[in-house]
T-cell receptor, first 113, second 110 residues
Framework: GAVVSQHPSWVICKSGTSVKIECRSL??????MFWYRQFPKQSLMLMAT?????????EQGVEKDKFLINHASLTLSTLTVTSAHPEDSSFYIC?????????FGSGTRLTVV | EDQVTQSPEALRLQEGESSSLNCSYT??????LFWYRQDPGKGPEFLFTLYSAGEEKEKERLKATLTKKESFLHITAPKPEDSATYLCAVQAGGNTPLVFGKGTRLSVIA
């Protein structure tokens, strides 16, 4: 079946630094990638949608200059959290749709100290 | 605006005590309703997709049903390993992002 590999699974960074999260489709071409954020005991909230070769579209309230998304190939989409602050600490998950349904990455736990 | 509401927020069951989780939704044109299981620190694990009212799907101790306004996830004789958060989500269009509910945290006690 379709697999999305997400790395890292967890990361701790200092305030003010940047962190990159990668999602790779291993056995299919991910034309579209959805990026979600999940706070404790909360739902998965859509942050942005990326399409290969074009600019990402961001949900209302999500700062595009803070959460940089790159989808330069059909197998790789990245989310970079720039100038991270403690309030950015959360669980980030990517998901790609297709004829097989929606495939999710395993998630990245980001802790900003 | 598409919305998904799940209840209860948390549920504690004794092993073998059957129960149901509810997912109420409002969506402009339902393409599919999805159930996922999520373990702590993990991504969602696919369980079922339901497409039309009256549809039912089963997998081991789980059975999902769908009406025009809600879906139920029935858990029969649960075991401790069924403890997880169960997420419901709706799809409103082709290749559009899923809209998720907050989930039901299920604890099954031996």
């Amino acid at each position: 079946g379709a697999v999305v590999s997400q790395h890292p699974s967890w990361v701790i960074c200092k305030s003010g630094t940047s962190v990159k999260i990668e999602c790779r489709s291993l056995d299919f071409q991910a034309t579209t990638m959805f990026w979600y954020r999940q706070f404790p005991k909360q739902s998965l909230m859509l942050m942005a949608t990326s399409n290969e070769g074009s600019k990402a579209t961001y949900e209302q309230g999500v700062e595009k200059d803070k959460f940089l998304i790159n989808h330069a190939s059909l197998t790789l989409s990245t989310l970079t959290v720039t100038s991270a602050h403690p309030e950015d600490s959360s669980f980030y998950i990517c998901s790609s749709p297709g004829s097989y349904g929606y495939t999710f990455g395993s998630g990245t736990r980001l802790t900003v100290v | 605006e598409d919305q998904v509401t799940q209840s209860p927020e948390a549920l504690r069951l004794q092993e073998g005590e059957s129960s149901s989780l509810n997912c109420s939704y409002t969506v402009s044109g339902l393409r599919g309703l999805f159930w996922y299981r999520q373990d702590p620190g993990k991504g969602p694990e696919f369980l079922f997709t339901l497409y039309s009212a009256g549809e039912e799907k089963e997998k081991e101790r789980l059975k999902a049903t769908l009406t025009k306004k809600e879906s139920f996830l029935h858990i029969t004789a649960p075991k401790p390993e069924d403890s997880a958060t169960y997420l419901c989500a709706v799809q409103a269009g082709g290749n559009t992002p899923l809209v998720f509910g907050k989930g039901t945290r299920l604890s099954v006690i031996a």
